[in-house]
């Protein structure tokens, strides 16, 4: 089983991924984000709408190659993806066919890559996290990227969205629950029923 935890930037995917690797242990590989790996090996940043198509390709690339690897030499039940290949939509400066175009791809196709998409809010503007060195938006822009993100996932048949709360202890037993919840085989409909109790 596959699962992106995907949102925006300071939404806790990290603290969560964290979370999972003590909760689960040997029952779950991690891919780590793509891009994290290639901004801190120095590849540059550019403003620029074609410094920006070469990072995201750069990144759908070597995201497919970490998927691949790690699920071939992990062999584990459960793989848990730092971000999916779609993120690249929030991003990306032009039209989304033209990024599938790119990659010679299409929605569907990214989609059935993943069983499950975990999307986290952006935190709140009095939560929002700035220590990381890598996270360069200011907390609209963050949260104009999350509403992307939601966006590039819509209508992924197993989506949970897990909005922000001012606890953010609350929001990461939430999140902790549904993936427990995926793990025993429940649907999407009643997943999304419990958190709306």
Not at 99 to 105: K, L, R
Not at 111 to 132: G, Q
């Amino acid at each position: 089983m596959k699962i992106v935890i995907t949102g925006g930037p300071s939404g806790g995917k990290t603290t969560l991924i964290e979370a999972l690797k003590q909760e689960l242990g040997q029952k779950c590989a991690v891919v780590p984000e793509a891009a994290s790996i290639l901004y801190r090996g120095g590849f540059p940043r550019y403003k620029e709408a074609q410094g920006i198509i070469n990072a995201q390709r750069a990144i759908y690339f070597t995201q497919k190659e970490l998927e691949e690897m790690i699920c071939q030499v992990s062999q584990k039940s459960l793989i848990v993806c730092d971000r999916g290949s779609v993120d690249a939509l929030a991003y990306w400066p032009s039209e989304p066919s033209h990024f599938f175009d790119s990659i010679q791809s299409d929605k569907a196709t990214e989609f059935s890559r993943y069983d499950w998409v975990l999307h986290l809010d952006t935190a709140d503007m009095d939560h929002y996290d700035t220590s990381n060195p890598i996270r360069t938006e200011t907390f609209q822009e963050a949260a104009n990227l999350n509403s992307r993100i939601l966006e590039a996932w819509e209508g992924h048949p197993r989506r949970i969205v897990i909005g922000h709360n001012k606890d953010f202890l609350s929001k990461m037993t939430t999140a902790l629950s549904v993936i427990n919840a995926i793990m025993t085989h429940k649907s999407a409909d009643e997943i999304t029923k419990e958190l709306l109790k």
